[in-house]
């Protein structure tokens, strides 16, 4: 890192440009040269840059931060706010699941209107302690605070309890990519929601499921105790996790479709509706699943394999689906979520 004559780190980016043109990613790599700068600290084992950040203060803690926008991560004509504060707890906290740890204890800031009813607020903070509780962790406290639409902040604090934290780029060539979970849930009852052809009766799984994702965390720390190489959660979804992962560890990533595991609703409703399945599984986010590298011997009992780590790549981040190059000249156009791009896909 070099820093210019007023001191600031100098990043190879242009500062007049917008964050939208640049992109979610080039923004946060910024960010994260400029937090890594100078000496490192002793008491940080893992950094910015991965799912969550470890450090060790007499002991591994794992603390990670995540924040939902009114309009633009949930509506309240879609979602009550008991599913919203529910649904952000699973954010954060799957974050720390990703390093191998469990979540211990939250903490909450509330932003919103003054004239936002007490009842939402009330309400927003319900569903927190609720999905708090179900995790075996507490609320710490946070803050509320007065802003022009409603956002919820969650910071998670967890344990990895004597486990080795797992990082985001400690994928081997030779190792096997698994997953926790069935894919494309979250993506599929938002599809529903927003086709005024489709009854959200028809798909009362897929809806609930979008509103407050039911991701197994415990698999995080059984993953890190069988051997995990990398591991982070499916946020954005699965194609994006990969491209992060192989850019991360410097190596290629492949994955068959087929291999993917889906729920047999998924199916039905991709038939009804006329969506490609497929973009719902690879290019789908906020499942909150988890994806990880092992050894082929040590995948837990109840993760499905979908692909493989390949050899060095000097053009990382490489991706293959299907035997075909994500972003290549014949290959799938797939992205998931993209943070400053146009909610609507436009």
């Known amino acids: 890192m070099t820093f210019d004559e007023t001191g600031r780190p100098h990043h190879p980016i242009d500062r007049t440009d917008t964050v939208g043109a640049i992109g979610e990613r080039a923004v946060i790599a910024a960010l994260t040269a400029s937090a890594t700068a100078g000496e490192p600290a002793h008491d940080i084992v893992i950094g910015s840059g991965d799912d969550a950040a470890v450090l060790d203060i007499g002991g591994s803690a794992v603390i990670s931060t995540d924040t939902v926008v009114e309009g633009r991560h949930f509506r309240f004509d879609w979602s009550t706010p008991e599913q919203v504060g529910a649904r952000a707890v699973v954010q954060s906290s799957a974050d720390v699941a990703a390093m191998g740890g469990r979540t211990t204890g939250l903490v909450v800031s509330i932003a919103c209107p003054a004239e936002t009813p007490v009842g939402v607020v009330l309400d927003l903070n319900d569903g927190v302690v609720r999905a708090a509780h179900e995790l075996d962790a507490r609320v710490l406290g946070g803050d509320l605070v007065a802003a022009g639409q409603v956002v919820v902040s969650v910071t998670a ?36 929601l927003s086709d005024p052809r489709a009854a959200e009766s028809d798909w009362p799984e897929l809806v609930a499921l979008h509103r407050v994702p039911a991701p197994d965390l415990g698999q995080g720390p059984i993953a890190a105790a069988a051997g995990a190489h990398a591991m982070t959660d499916i946020s954005d979804g699965l194609v994006e996790e990969l491209l992060t992962m192989s850019r991360a560890a410097g190596l290629a990533m492949a994955v068959d479709s087929d291999a993917v595991p889906r729920r047999p609703d998924l199916v039905e409703a991709a038939g009804a509706l006329g969506v490609d399945l497929t973009r719902w599984l690879l290019a789908g986010g906020e499942d909150h699943h988890l994806l990880a590298s092992f050894e082929a011997a040590a995948v837990p009992p109840g993760w499905t394999v979908i692909g493989s780590v390949g050899a060095p790549s000097t053009s990382a981040p490489e991706v293959w689906v299907d035997d075909r190059r994500v972003g290549g000249p014949d290959g799938p156009d797939l992205h998931g979520w993209q943070s400053f791009a146009d909610p609507t896909g436009d």
Request: hydrophobic share 45%; net charge neutral.
């Open 157 to 192: 604090v967890g344990a990895l309890e004597d486990r080795r934290p797992v990082s985001l780029g400690g994928a081997r060539t030779g190792d096997v990519l698994a997953v926790s979970g069935p894919l494309g849930a979250s993506a599929a009852g938002l599809a529903v």
